[in-house]
């Protein structure tokens, strides 16, 4: 239950990295011990509960990147407010509704939440928080990135081991299944059902209605159809017969010790590399997702450059300061 609450503060914190974002007026922001001692206790009762325990060293390594991330949130949060970006109508009513339709009821949403060290209403003003910030990055960064067609086909030429395929087959199969400690006598019965099949094939009756009728393997609601894979998933005997078909030929009898098998091999794919208009999307959404958490990460400390922070770690250094 606990791993359907997505977002928790360390999720938030988290996701704030991905972002960042420009503003005018106010820049200064304040955290404090508490906040941060909250965001770390909280954290750590996370790792505690799935039986991880945290040493001191640990604790003040968490500490210090717990205060780097709020410092990263409010600092976007202020610029998100100082450039008058508003969450679009219903979408915080439509994510708390999402998150709640997750657990069986009110009470045990509470619970979770509770554990966690929220309330609702905390919960919902992090999640708000965040909701905003996400917005605003994506209006002023997100929304700027654009891939270009000669980017990705470079990527793709340079790239070749990303889109190599081994060989693969489609096929389907009709099995009766012979346990491998079967008695003569059951081995009997299976081998006349499977030949009687196999002679049914022959006199050019449906595949796919055959094994529907007669195959035992989950597959047979489908028409006995096993679709695409390649060397190394099936059994040996299995696949030694199926890759030595060509496409639309069916195979004699195969024994594996699953049962007796006919198989039929509807596709053929030699091992190469995927086309270019085959994996032009997916290496799109790659160098978007590259090139966003660049432009964000160096903008994260532009920002850092233009906000003052007050804080006990920025009090403490400006009192060591003036000592010296």
Request: charged share 30%; proline share 3%.
């Amino acid at each position: 239950m606990k791993s359907a609450l997505r977002f928790t503060a360390a999720a938030l914190l988290a996701a704030v990295m991905i972002f960042s974002g420009c503003s005018t007026g106010d820049k200064s922001i304040s955290i404090s011990q508490d906040e941060i001692d909250t965001q770390v206790d909280r954290t750590i009762s996370q790792y505690e509960a799935q039986g991880q325990t945290v040493s001191d060293e640990q604790r003040a390594q968490l500490t210090e990147n717990v205060r780097t991330q709020l410092i990263e949130r409010k600092i976007l949060y202020k610029a998100a407010q100082n450039a008058g970006t508003s969450l679009e109508e219903g979408i915080m009513d439509s994510e708390m509704e999402r998150v709640r339709s997750q657990f069986p009821d009110e009470d045990s949403f509470s619970q979770v939440l509770e554990q966690q060290g929220y309330t609702v209403e905390s919960f919902q003003a992090e999640m708000e928080e965040f909701l905003l910030i996400q917005q605003f990055l994506e209006e002023e960064v997100t929304s700027q990135i654009k891939i270009k067609d000669k980017e990705m086909e470079t990527f793709y030429e340079e790239n070749p081991q990303f889109f190599e395929r081994p060989e693969s087959i489609t096929a389907s199969h009709i099995l009766v299944q012979l346990p491998e400690d079967a008695g003569e006598e059951e081995r009997q019965v299976a081998r006349e059902k499977i030949d009687e099949v196999a002679e049914k094939i022959a006199s050019g009756e449906d595949f796919a209605a055959l094994a529907e009728e007669y195959s035992e393997g989950p597959s047979a609601a489908n028409g006995g159809s096993l679709g695409s894979f390649s060397r190394g998933d099936m059994v040996p005997p299995f696949e030694e017969a199926a890759f030595a078909l060509e496409e639309g030929e069916v195979s004699d009898i195969v024994q594996t010790q699953f049962g007796y098998h006919i198989i039929k091999v509807s596709e053929k794919s030699e091992a190469g590399t995927a086309p270019f208009e085959e994996v032009k999307e997916s290496i799109s959404n790659y160098l978007a997702q590259e090139q966003e958490q660049e432009a964000i990460t160096s903008y994260i400390e532009t920002l850092k450059e233009e906000y003052e922070v007050n804080g006990p770690e920025t009090e403490a250094s400006q009192a060591e300061g003036e000592e010296s």
